[in-house]
């Protein structure tokens, strides 16, 4: 179980459903915390509507305004008093656009945008452990959220939902595959001296439902989850429970036995 005294977290997407959830429940519980967002005054505004105090938000939050592309930017949100941070939540993703294809007739605002990200985050963390290797001394932990419909296993979506998912969704899912590789990857590399984080979780989410508020969901105890060997098969998932079990067993319990699994969660 992880000590808030001494973990801090760097979440990235915070302005989305699944991290914001698990924001919020980081700063209830006292972690100290760091975000990157475009516009900061939109993350505080959601903060604030969800109940947090500002006084909260005041000792344990510091935003850094920024681009998750922008190897500078990424490179600020994760030092937090000059250390590299503990955890790393990601629910970074584009954001879905119709197109006239029968074909691919959903596509992203940026379609590129998960694996750019990965790119990024990876360029940003070699430099800072190549910069300041005593800033880097414990290597951070990271859950990324990504999507069911991907798996190289069993299927993990229902059969009502598959021509939704494997078609219709299908440009979607190409960025959601290059980025979970290049993640994937880098821990598969055969010297832990090369690897820049201790451990990966992948949490691949059924279909999101649900917006910004940490209160929405059923629990994340009432949560069926499964592996990509194992899948948990459902249709839909409050994204408030999704970042409600990030912070529960990554952030609290270390990631503990999903540490290096890409995990299946739904209702």
Same mark, same amino acid.
């Given at each position: 179980? &992880?000590?808030? &005294?001494? &973990?801090?977290? +760097?979440?990235f997407g915070a302005t989305g459903g699944c991290a914001n959830a698990t924001l919020v429940r980081s700063l209830l519980a006292g972690y100290d915390v760091s975000a990157l967002a475009r516009t900061p005054a939109k993350l505080?505004?959601?903060l604030l509507a /969800? =109940? !947090?105090? /500002?006084e909260t938000l005041d000792q344990h939050l510091t935003i850094v305004q920024g681009d998750a592309t922008n190897v500078e930017d990424v490179?600020? +949100? !994760? !030092?937090l008093d000059g250390k590299l941070v503990s955890f790393i939540v990601s629910g970074l993703g584009g954001k879905p656009v119709l197109q006239k294809s029968l074909r691919t007739p959903v596509t992203l605002d940026n379609p590129h945008i998960g694996a750019i990200y990965a790119e990024t985050f990876l360029n940003a963390l070699r430099e800072i452990c190549a910069e300041n290797p005593s800033a880097a001394a414990t290597k951070p932990l990271l859950a990324y959220v990504s999507t069911t419909g991907i798996s190289n296993g069993p299927e993990d #979506?229902?059969?009502w939902f598959r021509f939704l998912y494997h078609i #219709?969704?299908?440009?979607?899912? #190409?960025?959601k595959r290059k980025m979970e590789s290049i993640f994937m990857s880098h821990m598969a590399q055969p010297e832990a001296s090369e690897r820049l984080l201790r451990g990966v979780v992948g949490v691949r989410a059924s279909l999101l439902t649900g917006g910004i508020d940490y209160k929405s969901g059923k629990g994340w105890k009432t949560l069926r989850v499964g592996t990509e060997e194992k899948p948990a098969v459902g249709y839909t998932i409050a994204r408030a429970d #999704? =970042?409600?079990?990030?912070f529960e067993e990554v952030v609290k319990e270390d990631g503990g036995e999903w540490v290096g699994n890409s995990v299946t969660l739904t209702s």
């Open positions: 179980m &992880s000590d808030k &005294s001494n &973990s801090t977290i +760097a979440i505080t505004s959601q /969800q =109940g !947090l105090p /500002q490179k600020r +949100a !994760l !030092l #979506v229902p059969f #219709v969704l299908a440009v979607p899912h #190409v960025d #999704v =970042g409600e079990w990030i």
